[in-house]
């Protein structure tokens, strides 16, 4: 019986350097919404609750996830299973995935944190990400799209008579999974385990 040896390099990159692994067209599309968003993004938490609740958590679980993906991918790929999607592909529906939170999510000078009006359903966080996308001409293909929009799961568009979730969306799934309830406090401030990881915001 053969083994395969798995060499991965557990570097960890900030997002800028995540985001230009993206393939063009969609590349330049992601570099303009992170310049023209960045003090917004910084500044916004990654939930109301379950995970990175912290000022500049949305930005951390972004890159945190992408960053995972990027080894979890060299892992899979190197068992030799077909994957019929790239890193670019994973990379991109990462950082779409929750673009509406910084719009969405607002605390009070009391720390109470609830969805801003009129942005608080799944259908309007759909709705907004769509017209983000269309106010940057960023256009998905169809891959891409299933795998943006169950990239938290199947919910009530589960089948037992056909697939829903294509394997774009599964991956992507399993990378949100283990940030936002496996690692839903990660990074850390200071020594996280994974070296060279750390939250963006000192002191949060």
């Known amino acids: 019986m053969s083994t395969k040896t798995l060499t991965i390099n557990l570097d960890y990159l900030p997002i ?4 230009a692994l993206i393939d063009e067209p969609p590349r330049n599309c992601c570099q303009r919404i992170l310049a023209d968003h960045r003090p917004l993004f910084e500044s916004a938490r990654g939930a109301t609750y ?11 679980h972004v890159t945190d996830g992408m960053n ?3 080894h979890l991918f060299s892992f899979d790929s190197a068992f030799g299973r ?5 890193l670019s592909d994973v990379l991109l529906v990462f950082f779409l995935h929750d673009l509406e939170k910084p719009w969405r999510i607002l605390v009070d000078a009391s720390g109470t944190v609830e969805n801003r009006a009129g942005l608080d359903t799944k259908k309007a966080y759909k709705l907004f990400r769509e017209d983000k996308l269309k106010e940057y001409g960023l256009s998905l293909n169809r ?6 929009k169950y990239i938290e ?5 589960y089948s037992s008579t056909h697939r829903v ?13 283990w940030s936002a ?4 406090d990660y990074p850390k401030q200071t020594t996280d385990e994974w070296v060279g990881a750390t939250r963006f915001r000192a002191g949060s």
């Open 82 to 86: 077909p994957m019929p999607f790239s």
């Open 153 to 157: 799961g199947e919910g009530e568009d």
């Open 50 to 60: 379950n995970h990175q609740t912290w000022a500049g958590g949305y930005i951390d």
């Open 16 to 19: 800028e350097e995540l985001v």
């Open 68 to 70: 995972y993906a990027r």
């Open 143 to 148: 891959d891409q799209l299933i795998g943006l």
């Open 165 to 177: 979730m294509n394997e774009l969306a599964a991956f992507c799934h399993k990378v949100d999974i």
């Open 181 to 184: 309830r496996q690692c839903f």
